[in-house]
C-alpha cells in the first residue's frame, strides 16, 4: 500500500454526540477524576445494563468478546500448521521443513495425519487437545495483491481490494456492540499508535506497547497537572483530545498498576512463575495488559493486539532460528490470552494478511504468497480440528503455482465467529464486511 | 490555542482523531478570523511566514535559526535561499564531532568493525548483563574507546546523535538538509533494526539521502540501490540467479524482496503499473547486485551470480549479450540494473508519487491536485532535480498558506523542542564553544529523545517497513500521545529558563496561562502548548 493513503475526516456526528460533548466539556471536570470510564465495582453492573440494550448484545452480555492478534508481515503459515503429510512439501522446502513427527525434540508435533505444529508452538498442544483451539489452513482474502500495506489495508477494513480509507471494521463492530450515546470505549488497541482496524467514529481506548503503558506521566503529576490543563482548556478539538487522552492515559495506568500490585507480584515474577519465560516483553507484555484491561473494564468488548517481524524473505530457519524464535513468543502471547480470555463466548482470532511461498526461495526464506492459516480459540470454537479445504501442495493445486490458494474468505470466517459468539446478525455482519458470502461449508467451525 | 474558534462535535476518539485532524488543520472551520488560533499573537503576514519558515524548511524555531530568518530580506527569500545552501552542504561532509565520527567511516573499515563484532560476540558470547560499554553507549557517551562486541550499536547511537543534533542546530547542519536528509531516508527507508544493516545506517543516511538529498532523483536511488544498508535490508545482496551454486553444493537463486518494493515504494507506486511478472523479471536483472567488503562503496556486480538470460521489465527489454562492456570490466551485466532504476526513476508515475510524498511532508496531508501536478511536471521537466523541485514547491502558494497546518510528527516535535532549548541547555551545562565540538551538553536531551521517539512509535531509524511512515495527522494526532509529548517537553526543559524568544510564536491565552506558573516549569509548558504541536 503506497504510504500516501488519505484519511479523509469521517461524517460530522450527529446532534446526539454533539450535546453529550458540550455537556461533558462544560462539566469542568470531565479530566478531574476517571469518573467516565467504568470502575471495577461498576463492572457487572455495567455489564447488565448492556444486556438489553441493543439486540447485538442480547443475550450475550460480558461473556462475549472478540480479540483480533493481527501478524503483520504475512506470518508463513506452512511452518506453523504443518503439513507433515505431504511429501510436495519436503520436496518444495529442501532447506526450511519442519523436520517430519517422530517423537523426538525439534520435529513437527503430529496434530493429525495430516498436519502438526511447530515444535515452538508446543504450548498451544494441550489447547488443541482440549478442543478450544483449531484452524482454517487456506484462509485469506480473495484479492490477489502481495503487498503487505496494501493486504493489511483490505484485511483492516474489511473490503478487499478498497485502497481509499475507510473505517477499520473492529470500530464499526464496536459501534454495533455499544450504546448509541456512548463515549465508554467498547474497543481497545494495545501496541500500535493507531491501527486502522480500530479507526472509526466508535470511542476506542489506545494503549502504547510495554511498561509505557503503566505510566501516568506528567498529568498524572499534581504539579504538573493543572498548569497543562489550562493550556487545554478550550473547546477546541485538540484541547478535547488531550483531555481525553490525559484522562484515559491516567485511567489506564492505574489500572494496569493496581492489577500488578493486587496480585502481588510484577508481571516478571508472573510468567517466570508461570513457565519460566523470564521478562515479559513484547506481544507477550501487550497480551498481558490487555488482559488486564478487559478484567477491569468490563466495557471494553473488542481488543486489537499485533506483532511485526514475520517477512521472513531470508534464513528463517526450521524447527530452530528466527521464525521459530517468533513463534514462540506468539504461543506465550497465545498461552496468556486463553487465561484472560475464557469465557463462554470469547474468542480469539490470530491472523496475518497472506501467507508465503510454499517453495523456499533463493535464500532459505520465503515470499509473499497468498493463502495462510487462521487459528481460533475459544470455548465456542470447534477446536482440536482443522477446517476447510485443504488441497495440498502439487503445483496444480497452488494459487499461480506458488502459493497455497485461499480457499476460505477470512470475511466468511469472521462471520461465522460473529455470528456465533456476538449473536450478530447476517445484516449486521453485512455492514462489517459490505457484499461477503457466507461460507456454508465453514458452519461447523463455530459449536451451536 | 484561541479557544473560541474550533468547534468539533467529538468526544469519540476516533472520530476527534479524523476530525481534529481534519479541522485542527484548516482554520476556517467556523469561518472565524483566520490569523488567530496556533501560535499568534500579531496576525501579520511576516510572522506566519516566519513561523512557516522555521518550523517546516527547519524543524523549529531556535534563538540561532530566527537570527538567521530575520537577517534575510524576507522568510520566503531565506526559504528560497536554502536551496542553494543546503545544495553546496549536501556535497561536503557533514561537520561531526570527533567522538561521532566512526559511523561515517568509509564502508571497508564499517565492514571490519562488524566483521570484529561478530568474532568478539562469538568468543565471549556477551550476554545482556551489566555491561558498561553498552550502557555508554545508550547514554551517548562515546568518549571512551568502545568493546569490539558493541560495534553496531555504538555506530546506530552516532548517527542518532548526529541526526538529532544536525536537526536542532542551524549552525550545524543547514536546516533544509536535515529536512530534506530526513524526507530521503524515510522515501528509501531501512531499518536499524536488522543486524546487519545496523552498522550501515548512519552511513546510508549521510551518503545516500543527505549527498543526494538535492541532486538527481535517480542518482538518489542509484546510490541507496548499491549500498550495504539497502542490499542488505531487502535481501538483494543475497539475491542470485536461480539455480546458481552456493556453498556445500547447495543451489541458491532469486529474492524478490528488493525488487518489489523498488517499484512499489520507492518509484511507481502499488497502482503505477506493474505486474509481479515485472517484480520477478525486475529480481533477475539486478542478480549480482551485492554487497564488498572492500570496495569504497562497498558495492560490487558479482558477475558469476547474474542472471545473464533476456528479461522483460515494463515492457522493455535486457539482455546483457546486447550491450557493451564497460571499461572497469563490470560489463553490460551491472548495465541493466542501472539501466532499469533509471527507468524507473524517469518513470510518471514515480513523479507523481515522490511529488506527492514531498508535497505532504511539507505542505498538508490532502495537498491539492494542482499542486502535485505542478511538482510532478517540474520534476518530469527537469529530469528528477530534486532542487528544482523544492524551488516549484516553496514559492508555492500553499506552502505559506498561513490556514494550512501540518500536526507535528514525534520527529517534528522532538526536534523543535532540541532546537528551541539548545541554546538554554547547553548555556547551561557551563556551555561549549563551537557548535558541534562535543555533544556534551546535549546527551541528556538526546537521551530524552530517543526513549520519546520509541515510546511514540517512531524510533529513530527504526521504522521496521520499507514504506516508511507517514506524516499525516490523523496517524499521529491520538489522544493519549499528546500527554506523553508533554511529559517529553516538560523533562527536557527541566532547569530550563524561560524560552523568551519563543513568545512571540504563542498565543495570548498560551501566554497568559504560563506567565502563572511557577518559573521552573514555564519552558516545558511553552514547547507542551497547543501552539507548539503543529507547524
Known sequence: MPTFKHRPPANPATPTRRQLLHALAASGSFWAAPALWAQPENAINTGAAHAGSTGATGTFGTESRLIVVFLRGAYDGLSALVPHGDANYYALRPSIAIAAPDGSAQTTLKLDATFGLHPALAGLLPLWQQGVLGAIPCAGSPDPTRSHFDAQHHWELGIPGKS??????????????????????????????????????????????????????AVGDPRTREALMKLYAGQDSLSQAFRNGADSRMQTAQTLSADMAATGMDSAQMLAASNGAGNPQGLLLDAQHLGTLMRQDRNLRLGFLSAGGWDTHANQGAASGSLANNLGNLARA??????????????????????????????????????????????????????????????????????????????????????????????????????????????????? | MNPSIVRTPFLNRRTALQVTAASFLTWAVTGSNSAQGLGRSTATATSADLWRAVSRVGYGPSEALVRSVQAAPSPRAWALQQIDLARAASQSPPRLAPDLADFNAPLPRIFAGARAEREARAKTKATAGADTDADASRRMDFSNPRAPEHFSRTMAQQAAAWRLTSASQPELENPLLARMTEFWFNHLNVYVGKGAVRPFTGHYVVNVARTHALGRFEDLLLASARHPAMLLYLDQARSVANGTRGPQGSTRGLNENYARELMELHTLGVDGGYTQTDVRELARVLTGWTVSQSDAGGFQFAARLHDTGTKQVLGRVFNSEAGPALKDGSGSGQREGEDAIRMLARHPSTARRVCLRLAQFFVADTPSAALVKALSQTFLASQGNISAVMRALLQSAEFWNPESRLFKTPMDFACSALAATHQAREGDAGGRAGAGSDIGADRRGLVLTLGFLNNAGQPLHGWQTPDGYRTDAATWLVPEALTRRADFALALARQTPALDFLLPFLSEATRSAIAQEKPALQAGLMLASPDFMAK
Not at chain 1, 488441497?391 to 466468511?412: I, Y
Request: hydrophobic share 40%; aromatic share 6%; net charge positive.
Open chain 1, 334 to 448: 497465545l498461552v496468556q490470552l486463553r487465561r484472560d480470555f475464557s469465557q463462554a463466548n470469547d474468542v480469539v482470532v490470530v491472523c496475518s494478511e497472506f501467507g508465503r511461498t510454499s517453495a523456499e526461495n533463493g535464500t532459505r526464506g520465503t515470499d509473499h504468497g497468498h493463502g495462510n492459516t487462521l487459528w481460533l480459540m475459544g470455548n465456542r470454537v470447534h477446536g482440536g480440528r482443522w477446517h476447510g479445504t485443504w488441497s495440498g501442495l502439487a503445483q496444480g493445486n497452488l494459487h499461480e503455482g506458488r502459493d497455497l490458494p485461499v480457499h476460505h474468505d477470512f470475511r466468511a470466517v469472521l462471520a461465522q465467529v460473529l455470528r456465533t459468539s456476538q449473536g450478530l446478525s447476517g445484516a449486521e455482519i453485512d455492514r462489517l464486511f459490505p457484499g461477503f458470502a457466507w461460507d456454508k461449508s465453514l458452519d461447523g467451525l463455530m459449536r451451536a
Open chain 1, 164 to 217: 481509499s480509507s475507510g473505517n477499520g471494521w473492529m470500530n464499526t463492530l464496536a459501534s454495533l456492540r455499544g450504546t448509541p450515546a456512548a463515549t465508554k470505549p467498547v474497543a481497545v488497541g494495545v501496541g500500535e499508535a493507531n491501527p486502522l482496524i480500530l479507526v472509526g467514529t466508535a470511542p476506542v481506548q489506545l494503549v502504547p506497547k510495554g511498561q509505557a503503558a503503566t505510566r501516568q506521566g
